[in-house]
């Protein structure tokens, strides 16, 4: 329902995400196969768990700076429980268990963040820049700065990024999506969704009309550190090894760009999981396209800031259109 | 169940309210019946708004209590307020712009769990047969964002109707609407009591009282002055009840002789708020701008002093033409403005009343760029004596002083910049009446040394006890030019409210 | 309306009576960071004589000198209200260009000039988003920070580019005793506490913070200022990137790599108001020197980076809960 209002902005991706395809597959046909779909495809996942928890991080006017080190400490605790479980615990625990692990150890590092943050009344940006290097500095203290092997992820959760339940496209990828899809129904059919919109579109009056600001708050920002979690042990599955100073390093602005070119308004109470995954899915395709058209992967980084200023952009010009009737509002 | 019937559906008892040690309200006793329509009369300031504002939970009051049939009730908080079916309607609906209708409608009901599902198409259902029960087509499953004022009153309105409200404060509803949607507001009004709801109807509108309410209330300086059924009143009753006491004649000083043209304005326009505005004022002469609150006043005078530049039409001050796309450049020209709301456009809170006062004059203070400190200070001393600011200190906050103080703080840096245009925007909203009194005379006296005074005022006998000649806006436009002799608070009113209207007042 | 009404509101209700002038020199946010600078040269002067020395105390400052003479200008942007988080990433990219300017045979003091220009350019891309198109800076420089960074890194690649051996060495020069970069931040934090105390400049950097939208009615050429101090970061943050470059030798695209973090934690631990309108550079002065005195303190006595890494999130995140905490009780 509410989808339809923002539906313009969404087709406006779509297009673009054919119209770069076509670019670089005019100039490069092997872009537009099946393998490459495939390519993009393995190189969404992270991000596209990572942006729903930053989306509903900025729907409610805050932002997320600290998810990149939540997604390596958690990597790394679960990591390590699968590296000492053998010599610690006296036995080998199952494979899946760094799965839970990692998602508390996201939740709760999230909602130290909420907490500082709503009952300190800080801004968001500065708690997550503190919590960004606090919990990258506890990343290194807890594994003693080693990297945490790839004979010691276990195959099965290895598994999950090479074998595939059906179509060759493999679990990790359904698991994306269906956090996409569990956060739509999340976000537009449970109350406290509608409460998040709610915040974000106008902090001063939600109390006004019952809306527990504090708990709605500190909860997006749980769910956003729980998804970091769960995008930390999915990185051990994807590449294989926890490293303490690579690992997420960089996770926040791919997931932000990803955020804000879906559509995501920065000023809160706007943003659709369908405009993230497909921000998502744009900025898969243009990583994909950098080796094919033979821009060294140094470059990447750049794209993404200007990504972020470009959607900043959009954002504006798309607000400003109908901001001579607010000003009169508001006046 | 006829003993029900009479019983009042609220009943104030002893209502006061302080506000930072200020007394707005003063030991009020109102009674409110089933299915009547009641006015809150008064001028501004006088603790209409503050009463409704008690009511709804917005306010607890300092002393007093409220029943609600009956039973005396703690209304601690406006979702208090709803439960107990007291619904307030603000003049600026408050509304989530990002959400629906239909959400902004239900938004606020507690029910079921945080992650129950949404129930979106009973409440959309819900939404469209409320809208259709007051007759007002707005889709419901579009965002509010954008939707009219009127549109979002009636989504407040349908959000009374959906918690069931026996009480609904409407805060001077009609300011922001067009003749149309006045009436729709009116019949729905009306509709409404018949149901056996009662109405709380906060205007500064005499026909429109007349048009639509049963009794009237009429508040002054905090204490409520007369209760009586409409009929029982003329206009004159009621005005003379508003204003109470006689306002004390303003005295122009002598020798005051109105000089040339200071400021001249022509067909000024900006699309959206304000239209074709001409104008002049002259050297030692006040005049005043009225006009109801959202006539484009406050735009004209942001376009003067370039906060927010129109987009047509030519300016002349002191007989050059001027463009001001910027208030630095229009000091430069010697305007000056007095803005509307002190706290956001006045005064710096934190800083000290010293560094409020030398604000707009920087080339004084800091000739070479340095602050020349005993410059400075010596500066705001005499302002302050000038003004008779009342303070502890020159270097404590000016957040710390009482609106008066902190007003006349504001008017003292304008004083510094010698302005030869003063524009002053409701310079005495929010002031204790004692400080106005001296406002008044500060004002007499800028002009008197010859100074040109744009005043604008919503307080028709501010306007009338100090001006020379009376502009009145009306929906962008200027409607009326009244001379001193001839003004009087109805041919301002008259001009004030669009033309259209007086079919509703018939 | 009577005299006598004036009178008694004139007592009761027309001001609080000002605090008392000790309250407001004792209870700043300054004061707890002179009070901490101290504390650190007491436990350093424990762990280590060391500490005590001058000449060790002006040298070990030299790591620390580039990110504080940034730190001062950004404690100004974030007093006007708008924030910076861009600088560390334009000190690598202007320190890459000069290095790959110099490295094509550019002679050296153009590569120089080159670099600060690039970094004015920086800073001015910040100032169109933010104050043309009005865009929150906090957003825009999140945006700009990775874009300049990942320009540095097209450029650098992976590789480090090495800078003339006569170049190297800024932290090596002695002036009166004391290394060139320390001399600049101090010559420097001298010259800005002057703007910002005692220039009308600086006067109305604090009045925007407080209030923009009053500044702009009182005439205030707010938009022209926040411009000025976009600029003055851009250039400030190259020069501090070319200096980085002398000091260590090269230059690689991670040069700098977290400073924002340190930058905002000087002027936070400095008593710099987040929200803007309060802080001071003399706080910044003292919090720099308190990091440098720390970061040694904790080497001395060999705790593993990581650890200082936690402190310093740790550190950002107390110090804005203190300083809003003071301001808050300070202001009614």
Not at chain 1, 64 to 84: E, W
Not at chain 2, 468 to 492: F, H, K, N, P, Y
């Amino acid at each position: 329902m509410i989808g339809r209002l923002f539906l313009r902005r969404e087709a406006g991706i779509a297009v673009m995400i054919v119209l770069f395809c076509l670019a670089v597959g005019t100039v490069k046909p092997q872009f537009l196969t099946l393998d490459q779909l495939r390519i993009v495809l393995l190189l969404t996942p992270l991000i596209m768990i990572g942006a729903m928890g930053q989306m509903m991080v900025i729907v409610a006017r805050h932002v997320d700076l600290s998810i990149g080190s939540t997604l390596g400490l958690a990597a790394m605790i679960s990591g390590m429980l699968y590296r000492f479980d053998v010599s610690v615990l006296g036995y080998d625990v199952p494979w899946w268990t760094g799965i839970p692990l990692s998602i508390g150890v996201g939740a709760v590092l999230g909602l130290a963040n909420g907490v500082l943050i709503q009952l300190f009344r800080l801004p968001a940006i500065i708690v997550t820049l503190g919590t960004l290097s606090l919990y990258r500095g506890l990343t290194f203290i807890v594994s003693n700065a080693k990297q945490i092997d790839r004979q010691y992820i276990p195959t099965e959760l290895k598994a999950l990024s090479t074998t595939s339940p059906i179509l060759g496209i493999p679990w990790i990828i359904f698991i994306a999506f269906g956090i996409a899809v569990l956060t739509y129904l999340f976000l537009n059919h449970s109350r406290i969704g509608r409460q998040v919109y709610a915040i974000g579109s106008n902090p001063v009056a939600a109390p006004l009309r019952g809306i527990n600001v504090t708990s709605v708050t500190l909860l997006v920002f749980t769910l956003s550190g729980a998804l970091a979690g769960l995008a930390g042990v999915l990185y051990a599955s994807r590449w294989g090894f926890v490293n303490p100073s690579n690992t997420g390093t960089g996770f926040e602005f791919q997931v932000i760009a990803a955020v804000v070119i879906g559509g995501v308004s920065i000023n809160g109470g706007v943003g659709t999981v369908l405009g993230t995954v497909l921000g998502v899915l744009l900025l898969g395709c243009v990583a994909a396209a950098l080796p094919l058209l033979g821009i060294p992967g140094t470059s990447q980084a750049a794209i993404y800031g200007a990504v972020i200023l470009v959607a900043l952009l959009i954002d504006r010009t798309v607000r400003q259109r109908g901001i001579v009737g607010l000003r009169r509002a508001t006046a | 169940m006829v003993e029900a019937a009479d019983m009042p559906v609220i009943s104030a008892r002893g209502i006061s309210k302080s506000f930072a040690g200020v007394e707005v309200l003063r030991d009020v006793d109102l009674d409110l019946g089933r299915g009547e329509i009641h006015a809150l009369l008064g001028e501004n300031g006088a603790g209409k708004s503050t009463f409704a504002k008690i009511l709804a939970g917005v306010y607890r009051p300092t002393r007093g209590t409220v029943a609600i049939n009956g039973s005396v009730a703690d209304i601690n908080s406006p979702i208090a307020a709803q439960k107990l079916g007291i619904t307030l309607i603000h003049q600026e609906p408050i509304s989530f712009p990002d959400l629906t209708v239909a959400e902004n409608l239900v938004l606020g009901r507690n029910q079921g769990s945080p992650l129950a599902r949404v129930p979106w198409a009973a409440m959309t259902r819900e939404a469209r047969q409320l809208m259709d029960l007051l007759g007002v087509k707005i889709d419901v499953t579009r965002a509010m964002r954008g939707l009219s004022i009127a549109d979002q009153q009636m989504v407040e309105i349908a959000r009374a109707l959906a918690s069931d409200s026996r009480l609904i404060v409407m805060d001077e509803p009609t300011a922001p609407l067009t003749p149309k949607e006045v009436e729709t507001l009116f019949g729905i009004a009306r509709r409404l009591r018949d149901e056996g709801r009662t109405i709380v109807f906060i205007s500064h509108r005499l026909e429109e009282v007349r048009a639509l309410c049963d009794r009237v209330t009429i508040f002054r300086d905090g204490n409520r002055v007369a209760t009586d059924s409409i009929g029982n009143l003329s206009d004159a009753d009621i005005i003379r009840l508003m204003i109470g006491r006689p306002l004390r004649e303003y005295m122009k000083k002598h020798g005051t002789t109105i000089g040339e043209v200071a400021l001249k304005v022509e067909h000024l326009s900006k699309p959206g708020f304000f239209s074709d505005i001409s104008f002049e004022v002259r050297k030692g002469e006040i005049v005043g701008l009225g006009g109801l609150v959202g006539a484009g006043r406050t735009d004209v005078a942001r376009a003067l002093f370039g906060v927010a530049p129109a987009s047509g039409g030519s300016i002349t001050v002191n007989g050059k033409a001027v463009v001001v796309s910027d208030p630095s450049q229009a000091i430069g020209l010697g305007l000056a403005f007095v803005p509307e709301d002190r706290a956001v456009a006045g005064i710096f809170r934190t800083l000290s009343v010293e560094q409020n006062i030398t604000a707009a004059v920087p080339g004084k203070i800091a000739p070479g760029g340095l602050i020349q400190r005993l410059v400075e200070k010596t500066l705001a001393q005499d302002s302050v004596r000038k003004l008779r600011i009342r303070l502890a200190s020159l270097r404590q906050p000016i957040g710390e002083l009482s609106g008066g103080n902190q007003q006349k703080s504001i008017l003292a840096r304008w004083l510094l910049t010698d302005p030869s245009v003063l524009i002053l925007d409701e310079p005495t909203r929010g002031i204790d009446i004692g400080v106005k009194a001296e406002f008044y005379d500060m004002i007499g006296e800028l002009a008197a040394s010859g100074r040109a005074i744009l005043l604008i005022s919503s307080e028709l006998p501010e306007l009338l006890a100090l001006c020379d000649r009376v502009l009145v806006m009306s929906e962008g436009r200027i409607t009326a030019d009244i001379a001193r002799a001839e003004a009087t608070q109805e041919s301002i009113m008259q001009a004030a409210v669009p033309r259209t209207r007086d079919a509703v007042a018939a | 309306m009577s005299a006598m009404d004036t009178e008694v509101t004139g007592t009761t209700q027309d001001s609080a009576p000002a605090r008392p002038r000790w309250q407001t020199l004792l209870i700043r946010p300054e004061t707890m960071t002179f009070i901490l600078l101290v504390l650190g040269v007491i436990a350093g002067g424990l762990l280590s004589p060391f500490f005590l020395d001058i000449n060790y105390i002006l040298s070990s400052f030299t790591l620390y000198a580039e990110f504080s003479i940034v730190a001062l200008v950004l404690t100004m942007v974030i007093i006007a209200g708008e924030i910076d988080l861009s600088p560390a990433a334009n000190m690598a990219l202007s320190a890459c260009i000069f290095a790959w300017m110099q490295q094509a045979g550019v002679p050296i003091p153009l590569a120089v000039l080159i670099g600060i220009g690039s970094g004015l350019l920086m800073g001015a891309l910040n100032a169109l988003f933010v104050i043309a198109l009005q865009l929150p800076s906090i957003i825009v420089t999140i945006g700009t920070l990775t874009l300049y960074r990942g320009l540095a890194q097209i450029i650098a690649g992976d590789k480090s580019i090495r800078v003339p051996e006569w170049f190297i060495g800024i932290d090596k020069i002695m002036v009166l005793g004391i290394p060139l970069p320390v001399l600049i931040f101090i010559v420097e934090a001298i010259v800005l506490a002057i703007v910002l105390g005692g220039s009308i400049f600086g006067r109305q950097i604090y009045q925007i913070g407080t209030n923009e939208i009053a500044a702009r009615h009182a005439g205030i050429r707010s938009r022209r200022i926040k411009l000025l101090l976009f600029l003055i970061t851009g250039g400030v943050a190259a020069i501090a990137g070319i200096m980085t470059a002398s000091r260590l030798g090269s230059v690689r695209y991670d040069l700098g790599l977290g400073g924002e973090l340190q930058m905002v934690l000087m002027a936070m631990l400095g008593g710099t108001y987040i929200f803007g309108g309060r802080g001071s550079i003399i706080g910044t002065l003292l919090a720099a020197w308190l990091l440098s005195i720390m970061t040694n303190a904790m080497n001395t006595a060999s705790w593993l980076p990581a650890t200082q890494f936690c402190l310093l999130g740790v550190l950002l995140i107390v110090s804005i809960i203190v300083t809003n905490f003071i301001y808050s009780r300070t202001q009614r």
